[in-house]
């Protein structure tokens, strides 16, 4: 049963730490997207990779948040220094990748509170 | 640019009743379309798409949508809705043509309650 994994479920930190939340995508997907869900915004893009490279991470603040795919079953999500309105659900979802691959899995999510 | 925008943020329902949740987007350019569904404490999975041809498509757990292109809109219904669809369903949109960048937006959400 293939599915998106991600790591921790559940996240409490205080303002200043350093989070990091961790995404296993399908094996054999090769498209990788971060989310992060909230009441007020909903469901944003934050970045997405492509044969882990970055294909557009224009939706994340780029002082604080970072997103690598040290390899192909790993993808990285850090925040430092995390802030309160940084706490959300974030959620990981992979795909094949290509004009025909149409359906993005994704994980369960990692639910962050920053106190 | 495109965009979705789901009217109904909220909808409650009572159980064996009909349902239809509405979605109309905006876009200069053709389309696919989807409705992914979420339930409480879950990621999103995807309940059904429309890529192209017949422009009523059938999805999981008895759902379907219906195409319109002249309204821009992509509806989704279910006939007789049982207590386990509360959830929150999603419609989003793609740009086919846009190759290597596949990304999905989503509209806001509509919160399906099923009431017994």
């Known amino acids: 049963d293939a599915r998106v994994t991600q790591t921790p479920r559940h996240k409490v930190t205080e303002m200043g730490q350093e989070v990091t939340m961790r995404c296993q995508p399908i094996l054999g997907h090769n498209t990788v997207f971060w989310y992060r869900q909230t009441m007020m915004q909903g469901l944003e893009l934050l970045a997405y990779f492509r044969n882990r490279a970055p294909l557009d991470d224009s939706g994340m603040p780029k002082d604080r948040f970072s997103a690598e795919m040290p390899d192909a079953t790993l993808a990285t999500l850090k925040i430092q220094p995390s802030e309160p309105r940084d706490s959300a659900v974030y959620f990981c979802a992979s795909a094949r990748g290509g004009l025909d691959a149409y359906e993005q899995f994704f994980g369960p999510g990692t639910r962050l509170t920053v106190l | 640019a495109q965009s979705v925008t789901q009217l109904d943020s909220q909808v409650p329902v009572f159980e064996e009743a009909p349902v239809e949740l509405r979605c109309n987007y905006s876009?200069?350019?053709?389309?696919?379309l989807f409705w992914y569904v979420q339930y409480p404490n879950q990621g999103l999975q995807l309940l059904l798409k429309?890529?192209?041809?017949?422009?009523l498509v059938k999805g999981i757990n008895g759902f379907e949508a219906e195409f319109n292109k002249s309204q821009t809109s992509f509806h989704l219904r279910k006939p007789s809705v049982h207590i386990s669809d509360t959830a929150e369903y999603f419609c989003a949109v793609r740009n086919p043509s846009n190759f290597g960048n596949e990304k999905l937006t989503f509209g806001t959400g509509t919160r399906l309650t099923i009431i017994p």
């Open positions: 876009s200069s350019v053709s389309v696919y």
């Open positions: 429309y890529l192209s041809g017949s422009t």
